[in-house]
């Protein structure tokens, strides 16, 4: 047995061995070959040297590129961790030539040289290639395909491995996996065989890994119900932390401290994640041994990565850049990365102009920034969660939760339904089958969770369809105007406002204030701040302390509930009475009195289903309701809403798919309510998630089988 421990030992420094000289040789094949194709870029005196000199000067120069890609590169990217993530990205490219230009100067023979942009392009090629290289002559050898996921993530020492008498784990570990954005309805068709139109040829699905999941019966797939603020603040607090009350939308005014929270803003979620600890006791979902990646709360974690709640932390105790670090400290992941981010940018020019030239409607703009944004979002946001959690499994972590945003992002701009959303759910596809891959060589068995946080309801915004933005409505209420004025039809907003939670996510990552921060403190007598959330929008008066009631509203502005209420845009309205409570007004006189359960006229709640009033009653009740909740006209037939913000796909308040997200659970673990109910409710997914929790650590708990791309079971 000794003897082939030691045989296995030598195979496996053999390997390594021949794995280093093939890289090597490749890369000074690959150096030979751009000296010859480009004018700048020489590895010869200019007198000539001999075809010997020639490769001996390209091997050196390879080899000295790549010893500094091993052993320069980790320190200048720790050197570089306060440099905005954002902007590193950019920088890798002069990076990599910096340091080949270092290695010409090292070769003995002194008759190499380069360009500055000719390095850049040299540098970003040979990583690439070699990257390349490695990848595939590991992809036969199972224990050189777990060192290259290890490295991905750079993670050098494991975890706590916990083990029983036999050796084996005591108890599997538990991956909640979020994909942003995508409802039961979009999850159910990219699991589902296409057909072609016309043809009658049948496609595999958008998503095959895990239509594989759920067609071997591994998991089992099943809808919850979101809450009136279907969005991630709301929705990942309530998971992570076990309550979201008091959060009733994206962003909102809150007048004690003149400040509007948002949601994607690092010092608001902060403060949302202190309120929700001090409200339950308790640190969270990932307290015991657990880790968060790319999401906006940590959950009592100590392994973070891409966390926002920290993101406006400094110092040596915040980790949460440390997930930058582990995947760009290597040049190969860097110029991989690098290259998808502007591939990205283009693809979005491309499906942008295409869009535009098809006349796609609805459309809302995406040039200026967006682009960029979408890239950060689609791609080094992604890379970078995905190697975080592979280090996580290899390390035999408890629970993690990590969040992939790509799919919200783009459907936001292209529609939830759209061919670009379905690319990104086929890239995310992929995502998840390396994970489930890497899970597979783990040193403990995984339970992989999929889940989404909200879904998206698709419609034109409120101001295209009608010409008119919400705070220009109230403007005109508040004026005296009366609702269904025809001189507004024409009009069109001044100002629309494209991708607002995409950059609130980039100026996070570049280490910048929020643009709704910097006018946080509203003076009083300022009129109603009129903040939007989706299709879902809040209006508050600020010189009025607490919460204004229906009456005060009504003798300040007689005209405004009304003008409101009676506009086809809008489908209901959250009013407080002092007379009846918690009221909800709509079109021809309708009212819903929630606390009496008293319906006069048409009910304004009854196109947006049964399970609405709940909701709403519930968030009538939060300190930081506004003085009036809107939310917009909600087509049951075709399922569209009217987003308040520049979006054709949006969610944040009621009103068709943006309301149902979807669940995706080994058949291991127990159901997450009875057959014939359905799951409602943030803090009710959190208590499951903890009885999943509690579940893997029974003695005798089944083991997910582990498996890896379509075809296969995974667990």
């Known amino acids: 047995m000794g003897t082939c421990v030691v045989r296995g030992r030598w195979r496996a420094v053999g390997g390594a061995v021949f794995r280093v000289l093939a890289v090597w040789a490749v890369s000074t094949l690959t150096m030979l070959i751009l000296a010859g194709l480009l004018p700048d870029f020489r590895i010869q005196s200019p007198s000539g040297d001999s075809p010997t000199t020639i490769a001996r000067t390209a091997a050196i120069g390879a080899g000295a590129f790549g010893l500094l890609s091993a052993l320069v590169w980790p320190l200048l990217v720790r050197a570089l961790l306060l440099v905005p993530a954002f902007v590193l990205g950019i920088l890798v490219f002069f990076l990599n030539g910096s340091m080949l230009l270092l290695a010409l100067r090292l070769v003995p023979d002194g008759g190499s040289e380069a360009g500055p942009e000719t390095a850049v392009a040299v540098a970003a090629i040979m990583s690439a290639v070699a990257s390349a290289t490695s990848t595939a002559l590991a992809v036969r050898d199972d224990g050189a395909y777990r060192r290259r996921l290890r490295r991905l993530a750079h993670r050098h020492r494991p975890g706590p491995r916990r083990t029983g008498e036999d050796g084996l784990p005591a108890r599997p570990g538990i991956l909640f996996l979020q994909l942003d954005g995508v409802g039961f309805d979009v999850l159910s068709e990219a699991v589902t065989p296409r057909t072609l139109p016309g043809t009658g040829r049948v496609l595999p699905p958008v998503m095959e890994t895990v239509a594989s999941w759920i067609g071997t019966g591994g ?7 979101t809450d009136w603020s279907s969005q991630t603040g709301a929705s990942q607090l309530g998971i992570l932390h076990g309550t979201n009350h008091d959060v009733p939308a994206f962003r909102w005014y809150e007048k004690e401290t003149g400040r509007v929270m948002v949601c994607s803003s690092p010092s608001s979620v902060a403060e949302l994640q202190r309120r929700a600890v001090e409200r339950t006791g308790d640190r969270g979902l990932l307290a015991e041994d657990g880790a968060s990646r790319g999401n906006l709360f940590s959950g009592g974690a100590q392994q ?12 040596r105790g915040t980790r949460s850049r440390a997930g930058y670090f582990a995947y760009f400290s290597d040049p190969a992941n860097a110029t991989r990365t690098a290259l998808s981010f502007t591939a990205e940018v283009f693809r979005e020019i491309v499906q942008a102009v295409r869009a535009r030239m098809r006349g796609d409607e609805p459309r809302v703009k995406r040039g200026g920034l967006y682009p960029f944004i979408r890239a950060f979002a689609t791609v080094v946001s992604r890379d970078v969660v995905v190697a975080a959690v592979i280090g996580d499994l290899f390390a035999g972590r408890t629970v993690v939760y990590a969040d992939l945003v790509a799919y919200d992002e783009v459907a936001h701009h292209s529609g939830p339904h759209s061919r670009d959303a379905q690319q990104v759910l086929a890239r995310l596809d992929r995502s998840v089958r390396l994970i489930a891959k890497a899970a597979a060589h783990a040193p403990r068995a995984y339970r992989i969770v999929l889940l989404s946080d909200h879904g998206q309801s698709p419609g034109r915004t409120f101001a295209e369809a009608y010409g008119i933005t919400l705070e220009e409505l109230v403007r005109i209420g508040c004026r005296g105007g009366r609702s269904g004025s025809r001189p507004l039809a024409g009009r069109r907003a001044d100002r629309e406002v494209t991708g607002a939670e995409a950059r609130a996510v980039a100026r996070a990552a570049l ?7 910097k006018e946080t403190r509203r003076g009083r007598g300022a009129g109603p701040v009129v903040l939007g959330s989706g299709n879902l929008g809040l209006i508050s008066f600020p010189e009025l302390p607490g919460r204004v009631s229906r009456e005060e509203i009504e003798r300040r502005h007689p005209a405004l509930l009304g003008t409101l209420a009676e506009h086809p845009g809008i489908g209901f309205l959250l009013v407080r009475s002092e007379e009846y409570g918690p009221v909800v007004l709509g079109p021809h006189g309708g009212e819903h009195r929630l606390d009496q ?16 009033e709940d909701a709403v009653r519930r968030t009538a009740a939060f300190p930081h309701a506004a003085d009036i909740m809107v939310n917009s006209a909600y087509d049951p037939t075709t399922g569209r809403v009217h987003a308040f913000e520049a979006q054709i796909g949006s969610h944040g308040g009621l009103g068709g798919s943006q309301g149902h997200a979807f669940l995706l659970r080994p058949a291991e673990l127990s159901p997450p309510v009875p057959e014939g109910e359905i799951l409602t409710g943030a803090e009710a997914v959190h208590r499951v998630f903890r009885r999943w929790l509690a579940e893997t650590e029974a003695p005798g708990a089944p083991l997910s089988p582990p498996a890896g791309g379509p075809g296969e079971r995974v667990g």
Request: aromatic share 4%.
């Open 219 to 225: 998991h089992r797939l099943s809808m919850w119900r």
């Open 304 to 315: 973070l990565a891409l966390v926002l709640s920290v993101a406006a932390r400094r110092g």
């Open 511 to 517: 280490h910048r204030v929020d643009e709704e921060e």
């Open 597 to 612: 359960r008293v319906v006069i006229g048409p009910d304004p709640l009854a196109p947006f289903g049964p399970e609405a």
